[in-house]
């Protein structure tokens, strides 16, 4: 997790049990290989309670991945199912 993560874990109120649901469920829906950083991508995934979650991974190197942000996707900005911007 970076400190941004963190943050926003707490402010938008997901739990580590949403989190790990959701990782569990998720898809890619949009890759970034040229991010600032390192490649990235966004992930879509669903908890248990079916809210959906994005989640914006850094792919440091092939076995590790830093979680960037997440959040709840908004569905006037979202369409397919929160898989596609508007």
């Known amino acids: ?3 941004h993560a963190l943050h926003r874990i707490v ?6 049990q949403e989190i790990i649901e959701a990782g569990e469920s998720a898809n890619e829906i949009e890759d970034y290989p040229n ?3 390192f490649p990235s ?3 879509l995934g669903f908890t248990d309670n079916a809210r959906p979650l994005h ?3 850094s792919r440091v190197d092939n076995e590790s991945v830093r979680l960037i942000t ?4 908004n569905e006037n ?3 397919g199912g929160y898989t596609k911007r508007r």
């Open 1 to 3: 997790l970076t400190a």
């Open 11 to 16: 402010e938008r109120n997901i739990s580590k």
């Open 35 to 37: 991010d600032k950083y």
């Open 41 to 43: 991508c966004l992930l």
């Open 55 to 57: 989640l914006h991974l």
């Open 70 to 73: 997440l959040y709840e996707p």
């Open 77 to 79: 900005e979202w369409t």
